[in-house]
């Protein structure tokens, strides 16, 4: 088993309170929901992703022999707890908004509802899961906007923070509105299209820059691009066009050329010219070299002849916005509404739902209300799991990318800006009431 399966994947808390809930009995219904406190600095929005991972993870939870063994050699737990974790699953339902959902702060992303012990348990993996792939959806949602038309890859395998982070990162990513990933593993586990080019080394392992050109053109003759910038640029893209009629005598198309360093918008220009000249107007140029959605908004705002672009390093670690303010907190117990007042963290309580309002095919104002109040816009949580199992099979990607982009589309033009602006976010007069009412009652 990956360790990333593991139950053992949590905070040593969550086991040490599930023990405490053992044995005082505590095992009455509960109610979870994860929300943002707050937007990032940067961010006017946020997209929901990962569910499908959390989906996966509360199916299958259960503890194996070997944890339950390595758990009682610690001396931590009871023997009788550690019995108790053999025969734990999740049995819970679950409502959440879905994959690639736009959503602000305050509003529940997801919402748990199951045994006490079992709702705590899987705090820890479902924040890790929805917080990472939610970032990351988030800013290739941002460079998505900034560039609407263009092809858009993700190249950031190699900088992010590990296996999965690579993997989730690229699922993410595609999500969001990218054509599709570098990361080879994700093409066949999910089946995000794939795309590459060639490295430097590549070049520099021949003696001549043409013939490196030529052998990898006849070695690859599936949508061949020739990377430009190992030596002068300019210089290439003359190696490229003269070499364009004699690979395409032998049927094979050169596709694109890349650009990774220098000035992107003036190199780009020059080899547009050379290669125009050459009548090879149909080659694309790829643009990459530590790219986010500014740097391509002011590639394009610039003019620069550019037709896609591979975005790696600041979208995968999200360099300027690199974790979520994410909560998991009680909102009910035993029937009863719970409420967390900690001094800047206070949260809202009650079972709640978020209800989105348009005028004209546009958001116009997002309210939260109790899940039992009527619903007068269009519900953001859906049920998606009842009694530990899925409702429904999971929508394919290609399905969520499209309902991403619609969602992109819906969005106030002050939105679409990649500077933060405000969104009109309601909280339900029953929700401050409830919430007033717990602050006279509760300790």
Not at 84 to 93: C, P
Not at 179 to 192: K, S
Not at 260 to 276: K, T, Y
Request: with cysteine; glycine share 6%; net charge neutral.
């Amino acid at each position: 088993m990956r360790s990333e399966q593991s139950v053992l994947l949590t905070d040593l808390y969550q086991l040490t309170m599930l023990q405490a809930y053992y044995l005082q009995g505590l095992n009455d219904v509960a109610v979870f929901e994860m929300f943002v406190r707050r937007l990032p600095a940067a961010r006017s929005f946020l997209m929901a992703a990962g569910l499908e991972q959390v989906l996966d993870y509360l199916e299958s939870l259960r503890f194996t022999s070997e944890e339950l063994q390595w758990l009682r050699e610690t001396g931590r737990f009871r023997p009788e707890f550690v019995d108790y974790l053999a025969e734990l699953r999740f049995t819970g339902d679950v409502a959440a908004m879905r994959e690639g959902t736009v959503f602000f702060a305050d509003e529940p992303l997801i919402r748990v509802v199951a045994p006490l012990p079992e709702a705590q348990l899987v705090e820890s993996r479902i924040i890790n899961l929805l917080q990472f792939q939610t970032m990351i959806a988030s800013k290739a949602a941002r460079c998505r906007l900034a560039a609407p038309s263009k092809s858009l890859v993700d190249f950031g395998m190699r900088r992010a923070h590990g296996a999965e982070a690579a993997m989730l990162a690229a699922r993410a990513t595609y999500l969001a509105g990218f054509n599709g990933t570098a990361t080879v593993l994700a093409g066949m586990r999910f089946g995000i299209p794939i795309f590459g080019t060639m490295a430097h080394s590549y070049v520099l392992a021949h003696d001549d820059e043409a013939e490196a050109f030529e052998r990898f053109a006849e070695c690859n003759p599936r949508e061949v691009v020739m990377l430009l910038d190992t030596y002068d640029v300019e210089s290439a893209a003359a190696k490229v066009a003269n070499m364009a009629p004699r690979l395409q005598s032998r049927g094979i198309s050169i596709h694109a050329v890349r650009l990774d360093s220098g000035d992107l918008a003036q190199l780009a220009r020059r080899v547009r010219r050379i290669l125009d000249e050459r009548g090879l107007t149909s080659v694309r140029i790829l643009a990459s070299g530590n790219l986010d959605e500014y740097g391509l908004r002011d590639l394009l705002a610039s003019g620069a002849p550019l037709d896609g672009f591979g975005v790696g390093t600041r979208l995968d670690v999200c360099d300027d916005a690199p974790y979520l303010e994410c909560a998991y907190k009680l909102q009910e117990y035993a029937g009863a509404a719970r409420r967390k007042r900690s001094e800047g963290k206070a949260n809202w309580p009650g079972r709640k739902q978020v209800s989105r309002h348009f005028s004209a095919g546009i958001m116009c104002r997002d309210e939260i209300t109790l899940d039992s109040e009527p619903c007068n816009g269009e519900p953001l949580l859906q049920p998606v799991m009842r009694h530990g199992r899925r409702l429904a099979p999971s929508p394919s990607l290609p399905e969520i990318q499209q309902r991403a982009i619609a969602g992109l589309a819906q969005l106030p033009a002050e939105l679409r800006q990649l500077e933060g602006a405000a969104y009109e976010v309601q909280v339900s007069p029953a929700i401050r009431k409830l919430a007033s009412q717990l602050d006279r009652t509760m300790p």
